[in-house]
């Protein structure tokens, strides 16, 4: 059973060139957020997805936009790239329903470098 | 959301028992209390979760007083495979949307 899995690994763009990122859930997920983590600090909350529609969001500004796919999987995008976007990208899921747990499962992350 | 307060670092060494404490005096009648492990270049991996008094697993304990305004997180017999960035979020409900909040964790190295 594969987890979460993110592409590309890294990626290297220039300021103003868009970007997008890509994730796919651990199976039998259906809810997929994410993150951007700067060096040295925690994973920031970007948004979370939940059939198909941005559900909650961070404190980010709409040159971060994203999608969910009918199979769950999801995009991130990101507009008019600045030198501060430098970060590690994190996709996580988990299950809409829970269960009786919050664990979410992380994928290991896109690294994203601006220059 | 409840605003956590947690050590910025700390140190250990290989066998003791570590405990890292969070506090989140605006906690909610709802929320609960997570763990996340964070190593570098990884995403974070869950470690525990707790409403009140003790939980365990066979990774770490969490410990979680009446008031629920701290709780602790009790890792038995670190390794040096412990060092990590071990984060505390509260988080509301267990089912529906929502936002999970991280903050800077606290950075433990374990020494051999």
């Known amino acids: 059973d594969a987890g979460v899995t993110q592409s590309p690994t890294h990626l290297i763009k220039t300021r103003g060139q868009q970007v997008t990122l890509r994730c796919s859930p651990k199976?039998?997920?259906?809810?997929v957020s994410w993150y951007q983590q700067a060096l040295g600090q925690g994973p920031q909350f970007i948004f979370q997805y939940y059939e198909e529609e941005e559900r909650q969001r961070g404190n980010f500004p709409d040159r971060f936009s994203g999608h969910q796919f009918p199979n769950y999987s999801s995009e991130l995008n990101v507009n008019a790239l600045l030198l501060g976007d430098s970060a590690l990208y994190l996709c996580?899921?988990?299950?809409?329903?829970?269960?009786?747990?919050?664990?979410?499962?992380f994928g290991p992350g896109t690294r994203l470098t601006v220059t | 959301l409840a605003k956590t307060t947690q050590p910025i670092s700390m140190d250990s060494y290989e066998g003791q028992e570590v405990n890292i404490t969070c506090s989140h005096n605006?906690?909610?009648?709802?929320?609960?209390i997570t763990w996340y492990q964070q190593f570098p270049s990884q995403g974070p991996r869950f470690i525990i979760q707790g409403y009140k008094t003790k939980v365990t697993n066979e990774v770490a304990s969490l410990f979680i007083p009446a008031d629920r305004k701290s709780s602790t997180l009790s890792l038995p017999r670190v390794s040096l495979s412990d060092t990590a960035v071990y984060y505390c979020?509260?988080?509301?409900?267990?089912?529906?949307?929502?936002?999970?909040?991280f903050g800077t964790g606290t950075r433990l190295k374990v020494l051999a």
């Open positions: 199976s039998g997920h259906d809810t």
């Open positions: 979020l509260v988080l509301p409900s267990l089912s529906g949307t929502y936002k999970y909040i």
């Open positions: 605006n906690i909610a009648t709802n929320d609960y």
């Open positions: 996580a899921s988990r299950r809409y329903g829970g269960g009786n747990s919050y664990e979410q499962y």
